[in-house]
Nanobody, 122 residues
Framework: QVQLVESGGGSVQTGGSLKLSCTASKYPDSKFCMGWFRQAPGKEREGVATRNWAGRTTVAESVKGRFTIVLDFAKQTLYLLMNSLKPEDTAMYYC????????????????WGRGTQVTVSS
């Protein structure tokens, strides 16, 4: 079983920055992926950014150029660096871990953190 613990959420004004962290108890497998998803009230959970064991990353178009995903492999900690935040970024952010290829959809992720709230005010 993989346990994920997120931290770093909070409230900021438009244009501000936040850094989310997610520490994993272990990796699901030698070939794995980890990522960040978010869910706003009344909306479906959506992918924000992912990174796999080989260093390949994906970033949603809505946050491209503003958010960066980083993995500290030795510390088993995934980060999401968020800059130029907008009110539409307001959501609960969830850390996810899966086997290789498993971060592409919400339904394919077996391990989730409890989430950390990000609120951006205008």
């Amino acid at each position: 079983q993989v346990q994920l613990v997120e931290s770093g959420g909070g409230s900021v004004q438009t244009g501000g920055s936040l850094k989310l962290s997610c520490t994993a108890s272990k990796y699901p497998d030698s070939k794995f992926c980890m990522g960040w998803f978010r869910q706003a009230p009344g909306k479906e959970r959506e992918g924000v950014a992912t990174r796999n064991w080989a260093g390949r990353t994906t970033v949603a178009e809505s946050v491209k150029g503003r958010f960066t995903i980083v993995l500290d492999f030795a510390k088993q900690t995934l980060y999401l660096l968020m800059n130029s935040l907008k009110p539409e970024d307001t959501a609960m952010y969830y850390c996810a871990a899966a086997y290789e290829g498993g971060c592409s959809t919400v339904g394919s992720v077996p391990y989730w953190g409890r989430g950390t709230q990000v609120t951006v005010s205008s």
